[in-house]
């Protein structure tokens, strides 16, 4: 889905009604069906009942045999059905399901997380206590471990693995809520029209051929909330996310704190703030000089890993915005570009980042 701008910020505003909002939970999944089972079973048992809300799951090129019992788990759930998208990406599944659906709401929550029984019930009756009602909702997300948390990893980064345990209600970026709190697509209800008004989300973010790029779901709710709906979180909308005992590994922490690097400037430039890059880009470099010797100890070290993943960050950062769209031309950019380019570490992708950020410039009020 392209991202094409709405006309107007009338067309943007939420409905101001007493009626209780209808909801589509919606679930992506590649090659994922056991975790699939469990989250199905989550929806097939709230507590508003199978006829009070319906259920997209959206295949996203998953292998032949893996559809056909997604097919049959999907037909046993009397409101799901199934959709099969065969182009790659998290965000294009997602914006598949909310082009299908016909709902007030588009709930979405991952294949490995579980809604608690009143999940669409609290969805309801938090969007009913606002007039207008929200543009977009974020929630609790419990951990359930597959396997216990390691004692090395950084009590800072229990977020990483898209954990939000902080109990409370507020209006995102604002004193409301903690510092740097943001919605994760685990758990994230949009109001649809609009959504796909704004044409959706980044297809160029999110999970996409292997690469963890990231913050899909924050360019959302920041653009809906720049358009003047609201951004709201509430700790009473829970899910339990099930965290894969693969994630628990110094590898995979690296890795995401990599990409999530490189996802900050991407989302910063969709949100047409580019410039902010360019000023934070010293910094990064910086940072990236002084953790540089850490960060040549081998990935599956622990060792170190309070300077190794700033490291991971800042490089990713600092590729992205180099090597990625909107280059500095100037000889000194030229040349880190460069020195860069040589070094090891994963291709950064061309996101076409800078026509989506002329484009989203054009419709913000």
């Known amino acids: ?127 009913v206590e606002h007039d207008p009602w929200p543009g977009v909702l974020g929630g609790k997300v419990v951990p359930e471990w597959e396997a216990p948390l390691p004692d090395w990893w950084p009590e800072s980064l229990r977020g990483i693995l898209s954990i939000i345990e902080w109990d409370g209600r507020g209006e995102f970026r604002s004193s409301q809520v903690p510092a740097g709190l943001e919605p994760y697509g685990v758990n994230m209800v949009v109001l649809r029209k609009p959504l796909l008004e704004l044409g959706g989300f980044a297809e160029k973010l999110g999970r996409v051929a292997g690469l963890l790029l990231s913050d899909e779901d924050v360019q959302v709710a920041w653009r809906l909330q720049d358009h003047g709906l609201s951004a709201w979180y509430d700790s009473r909308i829970v899910v339990r996310h099930q965290i894969q005992a693969v994630r628990l590994r110094p590898e995979w922490l690296l890795d995401r704190l990599y990409w999530q690097g490189a996802s900050t400037v991407a989302t910063q430039r969709i949100l047409g703030s580019g410039n902010q890059v360019w000023r934070d880009l010293p910094r990064r470099l910086l940072v990236e000089a002084l953790t540089l010797p850490a960060g040549l100890l081998p990935k599956r070290s622990t060792a170190l890993l309070g300077l190794r993943w700033r490291y991971a960050y800042a490089s990713g950062f600092t590729r992205m915005a180099l090597m990625g769209e909107q280059p500095k031309r100037s000889l000194p950019m030229r040349l880190l570009r460069k020195l860069l380019g040589r070094q090891d570490g994963p291709i950064i992708p061309r996101l076409d980042i800078g026509a989506r950020a002329e484009e989203n410039a054009e419709t913000r009020p």
């Not at 909801?23 to 507590?47: D, G």
């Open 1 to 127: 889905m392209q991202d094409g701008g709405a006309s107007t910020d009338e067309t943007l505003k939420a409905p101001a009604q007493a009626v209780r909002p209808s909801v589509t939970a919606c679930l992506v999944t590649h090659n994922r069906p056991h975790y699939v089972r469990s989250c199905l079973e989550s929806l097939r048992v709230q507590s508003i009942g199978l006829d009070g809300f319906d259920i997209i799951v959206v295949d996203s090129c998953c292998r032949p045999e893996v559809s056909a019992e997604l097919a049959a788990m999907v037909a046993t759930v009397p409101n799901a059905r199934l959709l099969r998208e065969d182009r790659p990406g998290a965000s294009v599944a997602r914006n598949r399901g909310a082009a299908a659906s016909n709902a007030d709401y588009i709930a979405y929550l991952d294949d490995d997380a579980l809604a608690m029984p009143d999940w669409i019930e609290q969805i309801q009756r938090v969007v």
